[in-house]
């Protein structure tokens, strides 16, 4: 062995010595730069969120400014409308300020939002003319309700543009994010394989706290979306939203509205004797048969608990809901005749009134739903109209379509 032996192994303990550092700082380079990507996009998706409610809220007030600009020219109330119309306009013209200052506004979106300032503007100097002293005149308080009315129409179009914008943009936030997850796990893996059992059980913890923080941000994403999970039908979040819009266009066109609810009778049960993923299973029927109701681009199908679901039908009356209603009961009897699977539901109908609640009917068809289940369950009520099952339940009323109570027959 020569003299060099000694040297050259000193030099390949050293170069495997850095090579192994070279690794861990690779390493933990790589985990780090994940860190400040998750961090970064959270922060990222949080700005969103808010941008995305100031963007609602500027919705939420231009329709408020017309509905006391309304109420003013028809003077009713005017002392209260006017201070509301006051805190209206206070609250649109602070929050449209706040979307303008927003720092993660992408160029596109700062520039939609500097395209409706003439209809922002056009809003808030007619909504000021009502609020002027001395009070305007008849003719000036017409004209000015009607600038309102006409602008905030344009100006919800224009928002309805803006909000898709931005929620395309979240979106391809989240692809980035998983992207992210996607190559810091690659680099991990390569580095873990090169460095040995020293490096990889560090690294590897490391890599599994930064995979576990991705997953949670997935989770918090997934569980902020509109989509039930299990059944692919619209959440709770997603009909509340459109059952108010609904029920604000049924007021104003005096059309009637129907809401279905339907609930699995004796579910837990079901799930006890057959199992979880036999119950699923009836949810995810049950959910593809409420779904092939809502045939109309306004009708919604919803999930809204665990084994609850909503039907919304606008310019539906009571006898039209019902008979869907009974469509619905028959189908889901026959998912499962062995299991005794079978639904009740309640149905509200009504032609909303301006000054009338949603959650009113709301209530009445919860109520009504209630009314089912205790007439012996498998069956539809109706807070206009009855309908029996064939009878089985001793405590119901008889008949089919008779008017109930004080309820008139539509």
Known sequence: MSADGPLQARGASRMLFFRYGGAVVATGLVIVAGQLVVQHQLRVQR????????????RTFSQKI??????????RERTANIGALHQALHGFTDDYRQLLSGRALSPTVQRMLQQIYHSQQAIVRAAERLLATPPPTADQVQLATAQILREERAFLGQMEVIVARLEREAAGRVQLLIATELACGTLLLALLVLTGLYIVRPALAKARRGIAQLEASRRQLAKAARIDEMTGLWNREHFEAHFAA????AARERQPLSLLFVDLDHFRAINDNYGWPQGDDFLKQTAKIVARQARRPADVAARIG??????????????GACFVAEQLRREISEIAPQQRLSASVGVASRVPGIDQSPLDLLEEADAVLYRAKRYGSNRVESSQLFYLRPPSSANAPQGIGEPQGDRANP
Do not use: H
């Open 47 to 58: 700005n969103d969120a808010q941008t995305l409610n100031l963007a609602g809220r500027q």
């Open 66 to 75: 017309a509905k006391f600009a309304l109420a003013i020219a028809s003077e």
């Open 246 to 249: 609904e029920y604000r266009r």
């Open 306 to 319: 665990g084994e609850e679901f909503v039907l919304l039908l606008p310019q539906t009356d009571a006898r």
